[in-house]
């Protein structure tokens, strides 16, 4: 057994995939790599609901929606958010975005409390950098949208933001200008690994680097749904394989400390993973063991700022 009695009734996190719409195509990101099946579709507010129904009586610490698209093409997104804040008002919530939208304007209900948390992937530290990740010219847009969600919400007001850029060696010389210039601006400031999202992508294309692969946290502190209320390990494989069951068939709770879940958790302490299973090589075990959960996505910014360049 894996200590299921230790664990609490709901996961502290329920990743919510939101849409499979980009208006970008970064050739670090899984999309580029599976195709992502019925591309364009959106998350509807019945799946939500179901996931937010099997939550009565208790429920997550957070909920956050994102996946393999961009979170601000999702036409309904403030309106899944006042849904889950009318739900319980306790519960965080949190989305990432790649910015470009933010080009176009704020929303006033980015700054009216019903999102917690938000991350945003500037990529690169500089132009030439974000040009050869993402394949557009369109590093100043992005930057100058950024710049005025941020000056306008105001550093420590809600939603709290991580800005970050990816850990490389061609980046490293731009990088300690990048952490001065945003450290003014974003709440936190971040440098990431570059994933290999369940071995669909080849780290060795980006840098030489290895990572020891290690025990990924995230069977012990979250869930994944998918756009059909699909439920899978993580956001990284909600195009890779079937769900293992259906957040309308099944509460979120019972999922959670049930028998698949106990499955996954002692596949992952044991390091025993069958064919083709994405856990495998998957490079998240390693980015998540070396520097623990991206602090956006699950809400530890406050607690855990010293790890964040400010």
Request: charged fraction near 20%; glycine fraction near 12%.
């Amino acid at each position: 057994m894996t200590g299921n009695a230790a664990l609490p009734p709901f996961p502290p996190v329920i990743e919510v995939e939101l849409t499979r719409r980009c208006n970008l195509s970064c050739r670090m990101c899984q999309r580029q790599a599976v195709r992502a099946q019925s591309d364009g579709l959106d998350l509807q507010a019945d799946v939500l609901a179901a996931v937010l129904d099997g939550c009565r009586g208790g429920g997550p610490l957070q909920i956050n929606l994102g996946g393999l698209g961009e979170s601000l093409l999702h036409p309904g997104l403030p309106d899944l958010f006042a849904q889950i804040k009318a739900h319980d008002l306790r519960i965080r919530t949190g989305f990432n975005t790649n910015g470009l939208a933010l080009a176009d304007g704020v929303p006033g209900w980015l700054l009216d409390g019903r999102v917690d948390y938000l991350s945003i992937s500037l990529n690169a530290p500089d132009a030439e950098g974000y040009r050869w990740l993402v394949g557009r010219d369109v590093h100043d847009r992005v930057v100058r949208g950024a710049r005025a969600f941020l000056v306008r919400k105001g550093r420590g007001n809600p939603p709290l933001t991580t800005v970050h850029v990816f850990r490389l060696p061609a980046f490293a010389a731009a990088t300690p200008a990048f952490r001065r210039e945003w450290g003014a601006l974003a709440d936190f400031v971040q440098e990431r690994d570059i994933g290999n999202w369940g071995g669909t992508i080849d780290r060795a294309a980006f840098t030489p680097d290895a990572l020891e692969l290690g025990v990924c946290d995230r069977p012990w502190l979250s869930v994944a749904v998918g756009l059909d209320g699909g439920y899978h390990r993580c956001c990284a494989t909600f195009a890779l394989e079937p769900p293992a069951s259906w957040v309308q068939d099944m509460p979120v709770g019972d999922y959670w400390l049930g028998a698949e879940m106990e499955r996954r958790r002692a596949a992952m302490l044991a390091g025993a993973f069958g064919t083709g299973d994405p856990c495998a090589a998957c490079s998240g075990r390693a980015i998540r063991a070396n520097t623990a959960i991206e602090h956006a996505a699950y809400g530890r910014m406050e607690q855990e700022g010293e790890r964040s360049w400010t």
